[in-house]
C-alpha cells in the first residue's frame, strides 16, 4: 500500500521559515516525479514546486521555496523562507511513476498539512 504522509505545517509569522517533509512508504520516491501543491481557502488547487530529472518553481515562490530529496530517508523536503501570509494554505505532496510533469492528475497523493503564515 502506497502512502505519502506530509508533516512539517504550522503557525509562522511572516517573514518564518518552515520545512514540510513528504515521507513515502510503499514506492521509492528516487523513481517517482513529486510535486508540492497548495490550496487556499475558496481557490483552486496549485503547483508550488515539482522534481523529476530538474527542478521547477511557481512563480510566486522562485528565491524563497527549496525542493529537495533525501534517498536515505525516501523523503522529500519543501523548505520554504521569507513567508508571506498569502502563502496560508494547505499543501499536498503527490508522485507520478517516471519522469512526468506535475498536475492535479497524479497518481499518488498525501492528506496535506496546514500551513497559516500570520502575525
Known amino acids: 500500500q502506497v502512502q505519502l504522509v506530509e508533516s512539517g505545517g504550522g503557525l509562522v509569522q511572516p517573514g518564518g521559515s518552515l520545512r514540510l517533509s513528504c515521507a513515502a512508504s510503499g514506492i521509492i520516491l528516487d523513481y517517482y516525479t513529486i510535486g508540492w501543491f497548495r490550496q487556499a481557502p475558496g481557490k483552486e488547487r496549485e503547483v508550488v514546486s515539482c522534481?523529476?530529472?530538474?527542478?521547477s518553481y511557481h512563480d510566486s515562490v522562485k528565491g524563497r521555496f527549496t525542493i529537495s530529496r533525501d534517498s536515505a530517508k525516501n523523503t522529500v523536503y519543501l523548505q520554504m523562507n521569507r513567508l508571506k501570509p498569502e502563502d496560508t494554505a494547505v499543501y499536498y505532496c503527490?508522485?507520478?511513476?517516471?519522469?512526468?510533469?506535475?498536475?492535479?492528475?497524479?497518481?499518488?497523493w498525501g492528506k496535506g498539512t496546514l500551513v497559516t503564515v500570520s502575525s
Open positions: 503527490a508522485a507520478e511513476t517516471g519522469i512526468s510533469i506535475c498536475s492535479n492528475g497524479m497518481e499518488y
Open positions: 522534481i523529476s530529472g530538474h527542478r
